[in-house]
C-alpha cells in the first residue's frame, strides 16, 4: 500500500494518527511532512520551507487541533526543503520543542551557515523564491536526539537512531504504534506517479555534500531490524514492502555509484554534464524495468530536480573520496 493523492496533493490520513501533508515544495506531491496526533497532543515531523508554514498549520486545524497543542517538530536533517520553515513555524507553536540531530542542533540556533551555504548554490533571488527567510529557533527550545533518544507523544512511544549516509546530521523516527520510520531522505524518494503494478519505485538521494554510499546502505539495514510495515519518505509519502525496497534501494546505490566511477574516472570535458546524462539514462532503464510507460520526457521532468542534485552530490563525493 503506498499513500495515494490527487494532482493537486494536500493531506493524507494514513491512520493511526498520522497525518501526511504535501508542503507545496516545487511541485505538488514532491515534497511531505507528518502530523501525529496523540490523546489531543500533536508532533510534527519535517516542515518544509516558511511557504509550507501555512500548510503545516491548516493540517493541524483540520484535524482539531490547535498552535498551542503541538509539542514537537522533528527535524530528520537540517536540510532546506526539510527545516527550512522550522524558525518560522516554531514561532507559531508556543509550546513546542524542536528536536534534531546533535550535529544539525547548531544550524537551527544559528542558520548563518546554512544560509550563506544555500545562497552561494542558488543566489538571493532564488533563496527568497524557494524558501523565505530562514529563522533561528531559540536555544533554549532546542532538544538534541542522539542515537538510541527516546521520548513520547502524550504516552506514545517514539525513537530516534542516527542514519548517515545522505547527511552525517540525519536521523530516522520509529513509531512503535504504527510500526513504520519516518526515514528523511535515508530510504530514498520514491513518486507516486512512477508506481506501477510492481509497486513503488524508489531511488536513493545523493544530494551535496555529504554522500556516504556505504553509510547509507548500513542505515538503511538498520532501519529493518525493528520489523517495519511501512516507510514514511519526504519525496514522496508511506511506501511498502520495507524489505523488497531496501533490496532494490541499496542495488541503486551500488548502480549509481557504479555509473559515477564509470563517468567521472577519466577526465574529460563537461564530467557535470556527462553524469547528469548517465543518470537520466540509468533512471529511464530502471524505470522502463520497473513497468513505467510515460513518456521520456515526462520521467525525465519528474525526476530532474533529484537528477541535477544527485550529480552535485555525487561530484563532491568522488572529489572526496579520489582526490579530484
Not at 9 to 33: E, Q, S
Not at 73 to 96: C, I, K, Q, S
Not at 179 to 190: A, K, V
Request: hydrophobic share 40%; net charge negative; aromatic share 6%.
Amino acid at each position: 500500500m503506498v499513500a495515494r493523492r490527487g494532482p493537486g496533493g494536500g493531506d493524507v490520513n494514513a491512520g493511526h494518527g498520522i497525518v501526511a501533508i504535501d508542503t507545496g515544495f516545487h511541485r505538488p506531491c514532491f515534497d511531505a511532512a507528518y502530523l501525529l496526533v496523540e490523546r489531543g497532543r500533536a508532533a510534527f515531523v519535517d516542515c518544509g520551507t516558511n511557504h509550507s508554514v501555512p500548510r503545516m498549520l491548516g493540517a493541524l486545524g483540520r484535524a482539531g487541533l490547535k498552535p498551542a497543542d503541538v509539542d514537537w517538530l522533528v527535524l530528520t536533517h537540517v536540510h532546506l526543503d526539510h527545516a527550512g520553515g522550522a524558525g518560522a513555524l516554531m514561532r507559531e507553536l508556543p509550546n513546542a520543542r524542536l528536536l534534531v540531530h546533535p550535529r544539525g542542533a547548531p544550524h537551527m540556533i544559528d542558520p548563518s551557515r546554512l544560509i550563506a551555504g544555500a545562497t552561494a548554490v542558488y543566489g538571493e533571488a532564488e533563496m527568497t523564491r524557494s524558501y523565505g527567510e530562514i529563522l533561528p529557533v531559540p536555544a533554549a527550545r532546542v532538544v538534541e536526539a542522539p542515537e538510541g533518544f527516546a521520548f513520547d507523544l502524550a504516552g506514545r512511544p517514539l525513537h530516534c537512531i542516527d542514519t548517515p549516509g545522505h547527511a552525517r546530521h540525519h536521523l530516522c523516527l520509529w513509531d512503535a504504534r504504527s510500526r513504520c520510520w519516518f526515514t528523511g531522505d535515508t530510504f530514498g524518494l520514491s513518486y507516486r506517479e512512477l508506481d506501477t503494478g510492481n509497486g513503488p519505485f524508489i531511488l536513493p538521494t545523493t544530494t551535496p555534500v555529504q554522500f556516504d554510499p556505504e553509510a547509507l546502505k548500513t542505515s538503511i539495514g538498520r532501519l529493518l531490524e525493528t520489523g517495519p510495515i511501512g516507510m514514511y519518505l519526504t519525496h514522496f509519502g508511506r511506501v511498502e514492502p520495507p524489505q523488497a525496497l531496501a533490496r532494490v534501494l541499496c542495488e541503486r546505490i551500488d548502480a549509481t555509484v557504479e555509473t559515477t566511477r564509470h563517468v567521472l574516472s577519466v577526465p574529460q570535458a563537461d564530467p557535470h554534464g556527462r553524469l547528469v546524462q548517465a543518470l537520466r539514462a540509468l533512471y529511464l532503464q530502471a524505470t522502463r524495468a520497473h513497468g513505467v510507460d510515460l513518456p521520456d520526457a515526462q520521467v525525465i521532468d519528474l525526476l530532474g530536480v533529484d537528477i541535477e542534485l544527485n550529480a552535485q552530490g555525487l561530484q563532491v563525493w568522488w572529489a572526496k573520496t579520489h582526490g579530484a
